[in-house]
């Protein structure tokens, strides 16, 4: 296995924060469900309404989701400070 050129840098990448925050999402609805109930008691009544059983659950995986789709996107500021050419 060997590592990518920027490895020291794995928290300025946006693919790892968003993995971070739906890894995040995902354990506290399956930790702690009753802070995930009070977030959603405060979404108003209406847009609750509108939107389907399990929505939180379904963030967390597309947040997930994202942050796969941008670890092959462009970062430009991690680039320069390796010294990579543009895309």
């Known amino acids: ?13 946006w693919s790892v924060r968003l993995q971070i925050l739906g890894t995040a999402i ?13 977030v959603w008691s405060m979404v108003p009544a ?15 995986i597309a947040v997930i989701a994202f942050g796969i789709i941008a670890r092959i996107i462009y970062q430009p500021k991690i680039a320069k400070r390796d010294g990579a050419d543009g895309p």
């Open 1 to 13: 296995m060997k590592l990518i050129p920027q490895w020291r840098e794995w928290h300025r990448f």
């Open 26 to 38: 995902l354990a506290l609805a399956l930790e702690t469900p009753h802070a995930l109930l009070t």
């Open 46 to 60: 209406d847009l609750r309404a509108e939107l389907p059983e399990g929505t939180g659950k379904w963030i967390g």
